[in-house]
């Protein structure tokens, strides 16, 4: 069997690039191929981003029903009328099973003390204007559970995004460690 080699665009081993390209057609196949590398590799980080935060938005909704059970079998204890106590012993609730989330997935506790701070304080803020009688449009003491909540997601968020390399490129510390293979260092995160 005879193979024709005199025809445009093939060659001994198959198809060849047509001599007008000049290898335009491989570049282009191979900007194709790390596009949709990119493409996936940003999906991918969107994707811890986001499956970061709702892990932590369930951990600390765990906290706010063992909270809500304790107040309904042990009752409200002593100060729980003042706000900051209030809103102070909801976040630590929350913060509690959040951090032990964090940990569990292999943040270091200074991630996790960063995260519940950018929880804390943000939510803090709208409560101490209600405390203080400020007078704000849309705030009041009957506003404060939602507003303080939505302070408190858009604090975490935008820690998340300040350190967007630690929330979006998957687990770290010891544990990522042991599920790579990978040896133990001495060091602990």
């Given at each position: 069997?005879?193979?024709?080699?005199?025809?445009?665009?093939?060659?001994?081993?198959?198809?060849?690039?047509?001599?007008?390209?000049?290898?335009?057609?491989?570049?282009?196949?191979?900007?194709?191929?790390?596009t949709?590398?990119?493409?996936?590799?940003?999906?991918?980080?969107?994707?811890?981003?986001?499956?970061?935060?709702?892990?932590?938005?369930?951990?600390?909704?765990?906290?706010?029903?063992?909270?809500?059970?304790?107040?309904?079998?042990l009752?409200?204890?002593?100060?729980?009328?003042?706000?900051?106590?209030?809103?102070?012993?909801?976040?630590?609730?929350?913060?509690?099973?959040?951090?032990?989330?964090?940990?569990?997935?292999?943040?270091?506790?200074?991630?996790?003390?960063?995260?519940?701070?950018?929880?804390?304080?943000?939510?803090?803020?709208?409560?101490?204007?209600?405390?203080?009688?400020?007078?704000?449009?849309?705030?009041?003491?009957?506003?404060?559970?939602?507003?303080?909540?939505?302070?408190?997601?858009?604090?975490?968020?935008?820690?998340m995004?300040?350190?967007?390399?630690?929330?979006?490129?998957?687990?770290?510390?010891?544990?990522?460690?042991?599920?790579?293979?990978?040896?133990?260092?001495?060091?602990?995160?």
């Amino acid at each position: 069997m005879e193979r024709n080699t005199d025809t445009p665009g093939a060659g001994m081993d198959g198809p060849t690039v047509p001599p007008a390209t000049g290898g335009a057609a491989e570049l282009a196949g191979m900007a194709s191929v790390e596009t949709g590398g990119r493409l996936r590799d940003r999906f991918l980080s969107g994707w811890r981003f986001t499956r970061h935060l709702l892990e932590m938005v369930v951990a600390m909704m765990v906290g706010m029903g063992v909270l809500g059970a304790a107040l309904a079998i042990l009752g409200e204890p002593p100060g729980y009328a003042n706000l900051f106590v209030r809103y102070g012993l909801m976040g630590a609730f929350m913060a509690a099973p959040m951090v032990g989330w964090m940990r569990f997935r292999g943040h270091s506790w200074r991630d996790s003390g960063e995260m519940s701070a950018a929880m804390i304080f943000p939510m803090l803020a709208p409560v101490a204007l209600v405390q203080m009688d400020v007078a704000v449009t849309g705030l009041s003491e009957g506003s404060l559970m939602m507003l303080s909540h939505v302070a408190m997601i858009a604090g975490m968020v935008a820690l998340m995004l300040y350190r967007f390399e630690r929330y979006a490129h998957g687990p770290h510390g010891r544990r990522a460690r042991q599920e790579a293979g990978r040896p133990q260092t001495g060091k602990r995160r």
